[in-house]
């Protein structure tokens, strides 16, 4: 995707800036996406500009987002299939993300036949309202620009991203059985994949960290599939230890990009030239 927008920044720099933005993003209760503006600081110097960068980061984060809604299909579906006793809810979330999915869709094609459905967020009634901030909203305007170009012209590396999303799906699943059997803990696909449910739903919530609620998301969907809520507690437990290790490598790699508050007030001042 950075290759596809003009930029060149080396794989360690991407991987860094993704752990380093994840980190911020945890710690802010506004999920996971409070840290993409970071992510695009910490690139900024291997794209062409800061809009670039940012567009580069959204794509990320879009080809994460139907990653994600690809797998809660294929969740509950395997769980709605393999268990008798299995409920509405997971259903009913199957249906509202297949609808969310069409939904993007239908937007994602909208950019590639020229529209802008972004504009709403800087056209000039919103100008009107909000006049000092025209600045920021010439630079969402430059990052639709970007991304009007990106699904144009670079539809392959779209669905290259995307297959990779859904295989970094697959690699987590492997993931958590291995973490899972290391502490003799062993899940059955259909609870295993409520686990991976579980996790995703906790970091949603507008916590930092996802404190309490990634735990009693865990008492919850493992108790009410096992029967056994302190089972769902210990796996709680070790979710929370694999969260807050990779918390921890993504604030080294924040000091190792070297994102200063000065820094960021430099990049800050540059996107409003």
């Known amino acids: 995707v950075a290759r596809a927008l003009g930029g060149a920044p080396p794989l360690t720099r991407l991987a860094a800036a993704r752990l380093a933005g994840d980190a911020v993003g945890a710690l802010l209760p506004?999920?996971?996406?409070?840290?993409?503006?970071?992510?695009?600081?910490?690139?900024?110097?291997?794209?062409?500009?800061?809009?670039?960068?940012?567009?580069?980061?959204?794509?990320?984060?879009?080809?994460?987002?139907?990653?994600?809604?690809?797998?809660?299909?294929?969740?509950?579906?395997?769980?709605?299939?393999?268990?008798?006793?299995?409920?509405?809810?997971?259903?009913?979330l199957g249906i509202a993300m297949a609808v969310l999915l069409v939904v993007i869709a239908v937007q994602?094609?909208?950019?590639?036949?020229?529209?802008?459905?972004?504009?709403?967020?800087?056209?000039?009634?919103?100008?009107?309202?909000?006049?000092?901030?025209?600045?920021?909203?010439?630079?969402?305007?430059?990052?639709?620009?970007?991304?009007?170009?990106?699904?144009?012209?670079?539809r392959r590396a779209f669905v290259a991203g995307l297959a990779c999303a859904v295989a970094t799906e697959l690699l987590i699943l492997a993931q958590y059985h291995a973490l899972l059997a290391a502490f003799g803990i062993a899940l059955d696909l259909p609870v295993l994949l409520l686990v991976l449910l579980g996790g995703g739903l906790a970091r949603a919530v507008p916590m930092p960290a996802g404190l309490g609620a990634l735990e009693a998301a865990q008492?919850?969907?493992?108790?009410?599939?096992t029967g056994r809520a302190d089972l769902g507690f210990v796996v709680g437990v070790l979710v929370r230890l694999h969260e807050t290790l990779l918390l921890l490598i993504g604030l080294a790699a924040l000091a190792w990009c070297g994102a200063s508050p000065a820094r960021q007030a430099a990049v800050a001042r540059e996107a409003s030239r």
């Not at 794509?59 to 008798?84: Q, S, W």
């Not at 008492?219 to 599939?225: E, I, K, M, P, T």
């Open 219 to 225: 008492v919850l969907v493992v108790g009410a599939s």
């Open 108 to 154: 994602l094609f909208a950019l590639a036949r020229g529209h802008r459905p972004l504009a709403p967020l800087y056209g000039g009634r919103v100008r009107r309202l909000a006049p000092r901030l025209t600045p920021w909203f010439d630079g969402l305007r430059h990052v639709e620009d970007h991304l009007q170009t990106f699904f144009q012209a670079h």
């Open 30 to 92: 506004l999920t996971r996406v409070g840290g993409d503006p970071l992510r695009a600081v910490l690139v900024r110097d291997a794209a062409p500009s800061l809009a670039a960068a940012g567009a580069g980061v959204a794509i990320d984060r879009l080809l994460e987002l139907i990653g994600n809604m690809v797998a809660v299909i294929a969740y509950v579906t395997v769980f709605a299939l393999t268990r008798a006793d299995a409920t509405q809810a997971p259903r009913s």
